[in-house]
C-alpha cells in the first residue's frame, strides 16, 4: 500500500506504563465551526494574538480538510481515523461501535499506552453518535467535564431591540445575567485549568518513573451557532467597518443538488424574522454584517479563553505538544451561504496547527481572565478591564478594516500582513493534508507505537488509520534552526512564502509526506433544496445522493452521485452532477467549469483519479 511503513501489533486493551520523561504531554484543542478566519493564516480583520502565538511555535498548515463538514460525522472521522464510509455515519443518529465497526479512539489508544485521558467541552459529537458517554468507558480515565450552562444552548437568552428574549444567531451578551451566571466555553477552560493546576501537584510527589503523562482535550464550542459570546468582544469589530464577503451572489453554473440553505439558520427567531425566500433568497447586507462580526468575536472570545489555557500549560507542563483543529469550516455569506453543509472550500477547509511549547511560551499567552477579573469569588462577579482588552487586541489590528471591503480572498490574503506576520517566523506547510491525518500524527510525536494503514475492508479492525502521519515534516520543521533566518537573502526567505517575507516553508519538508488530493463529502436527499427531509442534515434513511469532492493542488472536482443508504456505495454510473473549481484563477470558487470544453481533458483525468479512491491519492516519500 502507499503508505508510510509501519509496523505495529494489534492492540490487546493490556494497559502499558510509560516513562513521563520519555514521553510528551498531549494537549488536543478543537473548536466548533472554526474555519482559517485568523491572523496567522492571513485574515486581516481576525484578532486571535493566542492562536497566533501558539501558531509561532509549530507548524501551520495552510491546506487541511475535513471529510464531512458536519459536527458528528467530521469528529467521529478524525477521533477514529476512518472516513465517513468507513464509519457509516453520516448525520448524528447513529454510534459507530454499534453500525459500522468497534473502532478505537485517538484519546483511547493514548489511554491503553499509559497516558491519563482527560475530557473537557465538546469532543465527541453529544448524543447517540457518542453513546450519550462521550464513548466511556473507552475513551476517557476520567467522566468527560461538561460545562452545566451547555443546558441553555437553545434557551431564549438573546437580546432583542424591543427587550424581549429570542432565540437568535446573534447573540451578545452580559455574563453575569446568563442562566448559571456563565457561559459554557468560560467553563471548561476554568476547568481544564484547574484540572491541570491539581495533576501538577499530585505529579509533584511521585518520582520519575511513577510520573504519568497526560492527554487533554478540549473542546470549544463557540464560533458555534448561536454566535452567544461576551457582548465586550463587540469592540474589537465595530459593525462599520465589518467588510461583506465579496462573493455574495450564487455561483455561475451550481447545480441545485450541491446548495446548502441554511435551514438551520432560517428556524431562528432574528433570522426568520426577515422572510429570506426560500431557498436561495439572498441574507440582506445590512444583517449579513452582524453575522459576520459575531462571528469573528465569538472567534476572538475563544482566543482569549485559549490564552489562559495555553498559559496554563506552558507554566506548568513545557513539554507538553499542543495540537488544534477546527471540526470543519463555515460559510459567512460566500455564494450567498451561510453554515457549513456543503463541499466548498469554506466549508471543509480548516484550521491545523501542530506546536511544541517551552519553559519561554507562557509569556506569549494572555487570556480571558486578564481582560475579565473576578471581583467577587462567590458571586461569580467580574469587571471588564478595557484598557487591558485595548492593550491585547487593538495592537494586533492589521489595518483600517474599512480598506479591505469588497476585497477578494487572493488580496485579502496579501493584505493580511500583520504585525504578527511581519515581526514572527511562521512555519508553514502548503501540502494537502486531512483531519484524518491527526490520529497517526499525535501517537508519532507520543513515541507510542504507531498505526498501521487500514485494509480495504477494515470493519474488524480495532486499530488502523486511513491518513497518514505527518510526523516526520512536523519534526524537520521543529529542528529548523530558526536563528540562522536572519541571514538568509530575500530571495530565499520569499521561496515558497504564502503570504509575508517573514513566513518559512522548511525545505525538503514537503517531500516528507505527499497528497495528491485531499477528500471530502456530503449527503442530500435529493436534487433540490427542502426543508422535509433536511436538505442540510439528511437523515440515513433520506439519503439520495452522495457528493464526492477531491481537492488537489489546483483543483476542486466535487461529483454528485446516487447513493445507497442500505449498501453504503455510491453509483458511479449514475451521476446526477459535477462541479470543478481552478483555484488558479478562481480561488474563491466562483465558476464551475465543468462544461467548459477547455477543461474537459482535465475533468477527466480528475475523475480517473477520483474513482481510485483517496489511498492512491497518497504518495510515497522521495
Given at each position: 500500500?502507499?503508505?508510510?511503513?509501519?509496523?505495529v501489533f494489534l492492540i490487546t486493551g493490556r494497559r502499558e506504563v510509560l516513562s513521563s520523561s520519555s514521553h510528551p504531554n498531549i494537549l488536543l484543542i478543537v473548536v466548533d465551526d472554526l474555519r482559517p478566519s485568523l491572523g496567522c493564516y492571513g485574515d486581516p480583520v481576525a484578532l486571535t494574538p493566542n492562536i497566533d502565538a501558539l501558531a509561532r511555535q509549530g507548524v501551520l498548515f495552510t491546506k487541511a480538510f475535513a471529510q464531512q463538514a458536519l459536527c458528528g460525522p467530521s469528529r467521529t472521522s478524525f477521533l477514529t481515523s476512518r472516513r465517513p464510509d468507513t464509519t457509516r455515519l453520516y448525520d448524528v443518529h447513529s454510534y459507530w461501535r454499534n453500525h459500522a465497526g468497534n473502532f478505537t479512539t485517538l484519546p483511547q489508544y493514548f489511554k491503553e499506552h499509559g497516558y491519563h485521558t482527560v475530557s473537557a467541552g465538546k469532543i465527541f459529537h453529544p448524543g447517540i453518535v457518542s453513546n450519550k458517554s462521550d464513548d466511556q468507558p473507552y475513551s476517557w480515565s476520567e467522566t468527560p467535564y461538561h460545562p452545566p450552562t451547555q443546558a441553555y444552548k437553545q434557551d431564549p437568552v438573546c437580546l432583542g431591540a424591543d427587550g424581549r428574549l429570542y432565540t437568535n444567531i446573534y447573540c451578545p451578551v452580559q455574563v453575569e445575567q446568563q442562566p448559571g451566571g456563565s457561559l459554557p466555553d468560560i467553563q471548561s477552560t476554568e476547568f481544564a485549568t484547574s484540572w491541570l493546576r491539581e495533576w501538577a501537584l499530585k505529579q509533584e510527589s511521585k518520582s520519575d518513573n511513577d510520573k504519568q503523562n497526560f492527554f487533554l482535550a478540549v473542546g470549544y464550542h463557540k464560533p458555534h451557532i448561536p454566535l452567544k459570546f461576551p457582548l465586550e468582544f463587540l469592540d474589537a469589530y465595530p459593525i462599520a467597518n465589518m467588510p461583506l464577503a465579496p462573493n455574495r451572489k450564487r455561483?455561475?453554473?451550481?447545480?441545485?443538488?450541491?446548495?446548502?440553505p441554511w435551514n438551520d439558520l432560517r428556524r431562528r427567531h432574528d433570522i426568520s424574522a426577515l422572510n429570506v425566500s426560500f431557498p436561495y433568497g439572498p441574507m440582506p447586507d445590512?444583517?449579513?454584517?452582524?453575522?459576520?462580526?459575531?462571528?469573528?468575536?465569538?472567534?476572538?472570545?475563544?482566543?482569549?479563553?485559549?490564552?489562559?489555557?495555553?498559559?496554563?500549560?506552558?507554566?506548568?507542563?513545557?513539554?507538553?505538544?499542543?495540537?488544534?483543529?477546527?471540526d470543519h469550516g463555515w460559510a459567512l455569506g460566500e455564494h450567498q451561504e451561510w453554515s457549513k453543509f456543503s463541499n466548498f472550500e469554506v466549508a471543509t477547509r480548516v484550521p491545523f496547527i501542530v506546536a511544541r511549547l517551552n519553559h519561554q511560551s507562557a509569556s506569549l499567552f494572555t487570556g480571558f481572565?486578564?481582560?475579565?477579573?473576578?471581583?467577587?469569588?462567590?458571586?461569580?462577579?467580574?469587571?471588564?478591564d478595557r484598557l487591558k482588552f485595548s492593550t491585547i487586541y487593538k495592537s494586533h489590528l492589521k489595518s483600517s478594516l474599512s480598506d479591505i471591503q469588497g476585497m477578494s480572498s487572493s488580496q485579502k490574503n496579501n493584505a493580511g500582513k500583520s504585525s504578527f506576520l511581519n515581526k514572527s517566523i511562521l512555519q508553514v506547510n502548503n501540502g494537502l493534508v486531512e483531519l484524518v491525518d491527526l490520529f497517526p500524527t499525535m501517537v508519532d510525536l507520543a513515541g507510542i507505537p504507531a498505526l498501521f494503514p487500514c485494509p480495504d475492508d477494515s470493519r474488524k479492525i480495532k486499530v488502523c488509520t486511513e491518513g497518514s502521519s505527518?510526523?516526520?515534516?512536523?519534526?524537520?520543521?521543529?529542528?529548523?534552526?530558526?536563528?540562522?533566518?536572519?541571514?538568509?537573502?530575500?530571495?530565499?526567505?520569499?521561496?515558497?512564502?504564502?503570504?509575508?517575507?517573514?513566513?518559512?516553508?522548511?525545505?525538503?519538508?514537503?517531500?516528507?509526506?505527499?497528497?495528491?488530493?485531499?477528500?471530502?463529502?456530503?449527503p442530500r436527499p435529493g436534487l433540490h433544496p427542502s426543508v422535509d427531509p433536511d436538505t442540510d442534515q439528511p437523515r440515513l434513511r433520506d439519503i439520495k445522493v452522495m457528493g464526492y469532492s477531491m481537492r488537489t493542488n489546483r483543483y476542486r472536482y466535487t461529483v454528485w452521485l446516487k447513493f445507497n443508504n442500505a449498501t453504503f456505495m455510491p453509483d458511479w454510473d449514475h451521476i446526477v452532477s459535477e462541479e470543478l473549481y481552478d483555484h488558479e484563477v478562481d480561488p474563491d470558487e466562483n465558476f464551475n467549469l465543468c462544461w467548459k470544453k477547455m477543461?474537459?481533458?482535465?475533468?477527466?483525468?480528475?475523475?480517473?483519479?477520483?474513482?481510485?479512491?483517496?489511498?492512491h491519492s497518497l504518495q510515497m516519500p522521495r
Open positions: 500500500m502507499l503508505f508510510y511503513v509501519a509496523v455561483p455561475l453554473g451550481l447545480p441545485t443538488v450541491a446548495w446548502n445590512s444583517y449579513a454584517r452582524y453575522i459576520r462580526q459575531g462571528y469573528y468575536a465569538a472567534t476572538t472570545y475563544t482566543d482569549s479563553l485559549m490564552g489562559d489555557l495555553l498559559a496554563t500549560v506552558s507554566s506548568l507542563f513545557p513539554d507538553t505538544i499542543v495540537a488544534l483543529i477546527g481572565s486578564k481582560i475579565f477579573k473576578k471581583t467577587n469569588a462567590i458571586s461569580l462577579q467580574s469587571s471588564f505527518l510526523s516526520p515534516l512536523i519534526k524537520k520543521a521543529w529542528d529548523f534552526d530558526l536563528s540562522s533566518y536572519s541571514n538568509f537573502t530575500q530571495l530565499e526567505r520569499k521561496h515558497h512564502d504564502i503570504y509575508a517575507k517573514d513566513i518559512v516553508n522548511v525545505k525538503g519538508a514537503d517531500n516528507l509526506q505527499r497528497k495528491k488530493a485531499a477528500f471530502s463529502q456530503y477543461y474537459r481533458k482535465k475533468k477527466k483525468h480528475l475523475k480517473r483519479i477520483f474513482m481510485q479512491g483517496w489511498r
